[in-house]
């Protein structure tokens, strides 16, 4: 069994920055692509970016691309979530994930999740 564990997250003012965590154990990591989801108040739960196993190619939502950075750490069993530029619509909760496959953009392709960690940006 997966288990996933996000770190990272806080209050930043809006042009600031934050790196979200994800530390993975069990299932072997290298084989997972890693996702990273958010999901505000009343909002449906979006997708961020995702870091693919074979070869680390990457995929990133419209609202962050430019912002935001995806990178893994194999030897490290980590996953992390690089965030510039914050705006206040990027407060959520933001949610860790694991795909055994392909690694797409919807939730239903995911295995595993993290409990998720609060993002907070003030105006």
């Known amino acids: 069994q997966v288990q996933l564990v996000e770190s990272g997250g806080g209050l930043v003012q809006a042009g600031g920055s934050l790196r979200l965590s994800c530390a993975a154990s069990?299932?072997?990591?290298?084989?997972?692509?890693m996702g990273w989801f958010r999901q505000a108040p009343g909002k449906e739960r979006e997708f961020v970016a995702v870091?693919?196993?074979?070869?680390?190619?990457?995929t990133y939502g419209d609202s962050v691309k430019g912002r935001f950075t995806i990178s893994r750490d194999n030897a490290k069993n980590t996953v992390y979530l690089q965030m510039n530029s914050l705006k206040p619509e990027d407060t959520a909760i933001y949610y860790c994930?694991?795909?055994?496959?392909?690694?797409?953009?919807?939730?239903?392709?995911?295995?595993?999740w993290g409990q998720g960690t609060q993002v907070t940006v003030s105006s």
């Open positions: 994930a694991s795909d055994l496959y392909y690694g797409g953009a919807s939730t239903r392709e995911y295995d595993y």
């Open positions: 069990g299932g072997t990591f290298r084989w997972y692509a």
């Open positions: 870091i693919r196993a074979n070869g680390g190619s990457t």
